[in-house]
C-alpha cells in the first residue's frame, strides 16, 4: 500500500470561506466524508493544509505547504508537501497518493486501479479519469519528483499540467453512468447534489 496526503488548503470562498474541509454534506465535515473513502486504501495518511490549528482534533500527521502566497499556492504546492512528507516515512514507498478534500465520492479502488497501473506502465505520474475527464488533482506521484518540484515551484510554476508535460504521465479512468466518483465542491448548488448522490 502507499501513503496518501488528502489536500485540504482550499478556503472555500464561495462556501462561508472556513475552508473547504468544513463544508458539511448530510450534516458531516467533507474532510470526515473523504477520510472514509481514502484512508482504508493507503498505508499511512497526512493531511495537508495553509493552517494547522484548524485541524487540531484529527489524530494525523498535519503538513502545512512551504510556500506562502497571498490565496494559497494552489495543488501544486501541496503535492510538493505531500512528496516531502512521504519521503521521510521509514521505508519510503516509491509514489504517494494525493486526493483534494472537495471529492466525496471517491471510488474506493482509487489506489488499487493505480498500483495497477503504476506495474505496468512504470509511470512518474498517475492521474483519474471519469468518462475521459481528467482530474489531476486526484493524482499518483513519484518522489523522485521533489526537486524538480521544487525548482518549477520557485520559477512560478503553479498549474498542474506546466509541470507535468514533461514527465511520464499515466491517465487511470472510471467510468460512471449516474454519478462521477471524482464529482467536487465547490458552490452551494455542488452540496445539493452531493447530498442527493450520497443519499441515493
Same mark, same amino acid.
Do not use: C
Given at each position: 500500500? *502507499?501513503p496518501g496526503v488528502i489536500l485540504a488548503g482550499g478556503s472555500a470562498r464561495r462556501l462561508g470561506g472556513?475552508?473547504?474541509?468544513?463544508?458539511?454534506?448530510?450534516?458531516?465535515? =467533507?474532510?470526515?466524508?473523504?477520510?472514509?473513502?481514502?484512508?482504508?486504501?493507503?498505508?499511512?495518511?497526512?493531511?495537508?493544509?495553509? %493552517?494547522?490549528?484548524?485541524?487540531?482534533? *484529527?489524530?494525523?500527521?498535519?503538513?502545512?505547504?512551504?510556500?506562502?502566497?497571498?490565496?494559497?499556492?494552489?495543488?501544486?504546492?501541496?503535492?510538493?508537501?505531500?512528496?516531502?512528507?512521504?519521503?521521510?516515512?521509514?521505508?519510503?514507498?516509491?509514489?504517494?497518493?494525493?486526493?483534494?478534500?472537495?471529492?466525496? =465520492? @471517491?471510488? @474506493? %479502488? @482509487?489506489?488499487?486501479?493505480?498500483?495497477?497501473? =503504476?506495474?505496468?506502465?512504470?509511470?512518474?505520474?498517475?492521474?483519474?479519469?471519469?468518462?475521459?475527464?481528467?482530474?489531476?488533482?486526484?493524482?499518483?506521484?513519484?518522489?523522485?519528483?521533489?526537486?524538480?518540484?521544487?525548482?518549477? =515551484?520557485?520559477?512560478?510554476?503553479?498549474?498542474?499540467?506546466?509541470?507535468?508535460?514533461?514527465?511520464?504521465?499515466?491517465?487511470? %479512468?472510471?467510468?460512471?453512468?449516474?454519478? %462521477?466518483?471524482?464529482?467536487?465542491?465547490?458552490?452551494?448548488?455542488?452540496?445539493?447534489?452531493?447530498?442527493?448522490?450520497?443519499?441515493?
Amino acid at each position: 500500500m *502507499y501513503p496518501g496526503v488528502i489536500l485540504a488548503g482550499g478556503s472555500a470562498r464561495r462556501l462561508g470561506g472556513n475552508g473547504k474541509a468544513f463544508v458539511n454534506i448530510i450534516g458531516i465535515p =467533507l474532510i470526515n466524508l473523504v477520510l472514509q473513502k481514502f484512508e482504508p486504501q493507503v498505508e499511512k495518511l497526512a493531511i495537508n493544509t495553509r %493552517d494547522k490549528k484548524k485541524f487540531t482534533k *484529527y489524530n494525523y500527521p498535519i503538513i502545512e505547504d512551504a510556500i506562502r502566497e497571498q490565496g494559497g499556492s494552489g495543488p501544486l504546492a501541496g503535492i510538493s508537501s505531500a512528496i516531502k512528507w512521504a519521503k521521510k516515512l521509514t521505508n519510503p514507498m516509491s509514489h504517494v497518493v494525493a486526493v483534494p478534500v472537495d471529492t466525496p =465520492l @471517491l471510488p @474506493l %479502488d @482509487l489506489v488499487h486501479k493505480m498500483s495497477l497501473e =503504476l506495474e505496468t506502465k512504470k509511470s512518474d505520474i498517475i492521474f483519474a479519469s471519469s468518462n475521459k475527464n481528467s482530474y489531476p488533482v486526484v493524482s499518483m506521484w513519484s518522489l523522485e519528483l521533489d526537486r524538480n518540484l521544487d525548482n518549477a =515551484l520557485g520559477e512560478g510554476v503553479r498549474k498542474i499540467d506546466a509541470f507535468t508535460s514533461a514527465y511520464n504521465v499515466s491517465i487511470v %479512468d472510471w467510468s460512471f453512468n449516474d454519478i %462521477d466518483p471524482f464529482f467536487n465542491i465547490n458552490n452551494p448548488e455542488d452540496i445539493i447534489l452531493a447530498e442527493k448522490y450520497i443519499k441515493s
